[in-house]
Structures are given as C-alpha cells and as structure tokens.
C-alpha cells in the first residue's frame, strides 16, 4: 500500500476513498495556536491533518443539527 495515494482512515481501520480533495486555508495566528494546543492534548496520537479533518467533520455535524446556515446567516447581518 501506498501511504500517500491510499491513506489510512484510523478511526476505521480502512483506506479512505481515492476521490478525496485536498485545500488551502489561511488561519489568524490566535486559531493556530489554539489548534497547536489541540493537538498536543488531545490528539497526540494522530496527525495534524486528521485532527483537523475531525474537527471539520464534527463541525458539520453540529451545524447539521441546528438551525439551517441562511438563518444564522441572516442573524449574523
């Protein structure tokens, strides 16, 4: 197995899907450092990457059960 074009999905045990995308983003320097603290207490174990694909997979499902995005959206404005 190819580590870089089949990673390992290690909260399953399986490859994750070929399909998967990669992006860039931009963080303030106050996020990263919250995120640095993350890692080191919480998710030692595992890479950056997967933590933060946890953390974005845990933030839609939260957004999932609440209010719909246009209504906060409107809130927000």
Do not use: W
Not at 2 to 9: Q, T, V
């Amino acid at each position: 197995m190819n580590r870089c074009s089949e990673p390992l999905n290690r909260t399953k045990g399986e490859t994750m899907k070929k399909d998967a995308k990669r992006f860039m983003i931009s963080v303030s320097t106050e996020l990263f450092e919250r995120l640095s603290v993350l890692q080191t207490e919480d998710y030692s174990q595992g890479s950056r990457n997967e933590m933060l694909v946890d953390l974005i997979r845990r933030g839609l499902e939260s957004v999932k059960h609440s209010a719909p995005l246009t209504e906060t959206k409107e809130k927000k404005e």
